[in-house]
């Protein structure tokens, strides 16, 4: 049982509220389609009146940045939903719902939408997030929360997409100007499209070059975009003699908890570009750049579910937030 849980509002009658699920599997990683059970323990310390006892599974997305400074400051924010389901434990408007003292397990089961959801995400500015959120509603009393993310990831059949399995190559042939003269040029070929964390992309470039790969992060609110990009991975060649050729193939090993690809949400995207360049002395560098779309392990590793808060801070990483969202 999975019990990474937050409860809220805790009173003298209620001494615990907590949910937690089962595990799915030994990485803890549901994907489309998937079952998910639990229960709800809820231990109070002497009889109550309960209105209703629910539980919700809910999918979501959402951005928020800051652009400006002081009194021209604006706040940036997007959300976008791709499911809620409830459940209830406890109906609603039923009369003489008493839940006496001691502790009650209230068993529960999902099964999660069969549909092309965006993996689970968390970063700065934004965040895909699945979660089950429990809601307890007493006469006169404030309700009580609990809460818990899931860890989701998107499967795709690598051998079943042609894009994927697509090889790359370009060449590029620049001129040299100013203080250098004649041509440098670069043959550069990626065996496909598609690759799984922790794999290695075999890099094939018909002259030594730095190679790396980086992230790009997109972030879309207001009619607005905010990128962040970041460097994950890098390999230098050695120095190039005047005039010299050759062919050099290099292996670069993506981290095995490299955040997949995110390519089917409308506010977040999550993408990575190879980028071969050559490093010229007092010339704009010649490069070739390709996409690359990372891909669930073989064996799924696990999301670190962190993400921002629900306050206004400018793009801090933070915690999950401990109530369930209205």
């Known amino acids: 049982m999975q019990f990474d849980t937050v409860g809220s509002l805790i009173s003298n009658t209620i001494k615990t509220f907590s949910v937690g699920y089962d595990r799915i599997n030994k990485t803890n990683v549901f994907t489309s389609g998937d079952p998910i059970s639990g229960t709800i323990t809820l231990e109070v310390t002497k ?27 604006e706040i940036l924010q997007s959300r976008e939903k791709y499911f809620s ?21 209230y068993p529960f089961t999902f099964q999660i939408p069969t549909q092309q959801l965006p993996s689970s995400f968390f970063s700065k500015c934004g965040r895909v997030q699945y979660t089950l959120e429990a809601n307890l509603s007493r006469p006169k009393k404030l309700d009580s929360k609990a809460k818990t993310v899931v860890t989701f990831i998107q499967k795709t059949d690598l051998n079943g997409d042609p894009a994927l399995m697509a090889p790359q190559h370009s060449i590029i042939d620049r001129r040299m100007k100013f203080l250098n003269s004649g041509t440098v040029g670069m043959d550069v070929k990626v065996g496909r499209t598609g690759f799984h964390q922790g794999e290695g992309i075999q890099v094939l470039a018909s002259i030594q070059s730095s190679s790396s790969v980086y992230s790009k992060h997109s972030f879309f609110a207001a009619g607005k975009r905010k990128v962040d990009t970041d460097e994950i991975l890098k390999e230098v060649g050695e120095a190039i003699p005047p005039s010299a050729f050759g062919t050099v193939t290099r292996t670069f090993t993506i981290p095995p908890d490299t955040s997949v690809s995110i390519l089917n949400c409308d506010i977040l995207r999550v ?56």
Not at 47 to 73: F, H, P, Y
Not at 276 to 299: G, Q
Not at 301 to 324: F, I, L, M, Y
């Open 47 to 73: 009889d109550c009146k309960v209105q209703s006892l629910c539980i919700k599974l809910r999918g979501n997305a959402k951005v928020r940045w800051n652009e400006g400074s002081g009194k021209n400051i």
């Open 85 to 105: 389901i409830l459940q209830f434990i406890i109906q609603d408007h039923q009369d003489n719902n008493v839940v006496t003292k001691g502790v009650h397990v």
């Open 271 to 326: 993408e990575y570009r190879l980028k071969v360049y050559l490093d010229v002395k007092y010339a704009l560098d010649p490069e070739v750049t390709f996409p690359i779309v990372i891909l669930p392990a073989l064996e799924v590793k696990a999301v670190n579910p962190t993400g921002e808060s629900e306050d206004g801070s400018n793009c801090d990483t933070q915690s999950p937030p401990a109530a369930s969202e209205t």
